[in-house]
C-alpha cells in the first residue's frame, strides 16, 4: 500500500467518526452485525462521501480490507466494476457477513460485471443463505438493466424461484421474490412464462 493511500484511509476513517450514528450503530449490534467498528454511519451519506474519491481500484481492495462496516460499504461505491476480477469479486462474497454487504454488493458492484449473470446463477445455486440473497438481487438489478436471460437462464431462474419460495428461509425468499417481481416487469412474455411455471404456489 502506498503512503498516499494509507493517508487517504487514515482521513476517510476519520470522517466516519464525524457521521457517527450510535443509536444505529448499536441497534446494528443488537442484530448480530458484528464488525471490528461499525460507526453506523447511513448508506447516502457514504455514497455522497464516494463521489469524492471517484473510482479507485488500489483504495477500494484496501478499504475493503478493513473490518470496519463503513470502509467495506464504501469500497464497493468505488470499485471500478471492469477491473474487478471474478476470484476478487469472489473473495469479496465470502467475506461478507451480512445481508446488508450481499445486497450492495450485488446492487453497487456485481450488477456491472461483464460475468455478472453467470455469477448470479452460480450464487443462487449456492446452499448458503447470504450468497443466495446475493444471486437474487443481482438477478433484480439485471432484469431492472433489460439484461434479459436465454432460455436456460429462464428455466434455471424460475426454478431456483420455485425451490426458494417453497422453502422456510425469509430473507432468501424476499430476494427471490423481489427478483421474480422484476422478471416479470421485463414485458408480458416473462410475466406469462413466470405465471405458467410458478401456477401451483399461486403467487402471481
Not at 460499504?73 to 462474497?93: G, R
Request: charged fraction near 25%; aromatic fraction near 10%.
Amino acid at each position: 500500500m502506498t503512503e498516499e493511500t494509507k493517508e487517504t484511509i487514515r482521513k476517510i476513517k476519520q470522517s466516519f467518526r464525524l457521521s457517527m450514528n450510535g443509536v444505529t450503530s448499536q441497534s446494528m449490534r443488537q442484530k448480530g452485525i458484528d464488525y471490528k467498528l461499525n460507526w453506523g454511519v447511513p448508506l447516502p451519506e457514504l455514497k455522497e462521501m464516494a463521489k469524492e474519491y471517484g473510482k479507485n481500484y488500489d483504495l477500494a481492495i484496501e478499504l475493503w480490507k478493513e473490518n470496519i462496516r463503513e470502509c467495506k460499504i464504501l469500497a464497493t461505491y468505488i470499485v471500478p466494476a471492469e477491473k474487478l476480477l471474478q476470484e476478487v469479486a469472489d473473495l469479496w462474497m465470502e467475506q461478507a457477513t451480512t445481508q446488508e454487504m450481499a445486497e450492495l454488493l450485488a446492487f453497487n458492484v456485481f450488477r456491472h460485471l461483464e460475468f455478472a449473470p453467470a455469477l448470479a446463477y452460480e450464487y443462487v445455486a449456492s446452499d448458503k443463505s447470504l450468497y443466495q440473497i446475493c444471486g437474487f438481487q443481482l438477478l433484480a438489478c439485471l432484469f431492472s438493466d433489460r439484461r434479459e436471460p436465454n432460455e436456460r437462464g429462464i428455466n434455471e431462474f424460475l426454478d431456483q424461484v420455485q425451490c426458494t419460495l417453497e422453502g422456510n428461509n425469509i430473507a432468501v425468499k424476499h430476494a427471490a421474490y423481489s427478483s421474480l417481481m422484476r422478471f416479470c416487469d421485463m414485458g408480458e412474455e416473462y410475466e406469462t412464462m413466470a405465471r405458467k411455471a410458478l401456477a401451483k404456489l399461486n403467487i402471481l
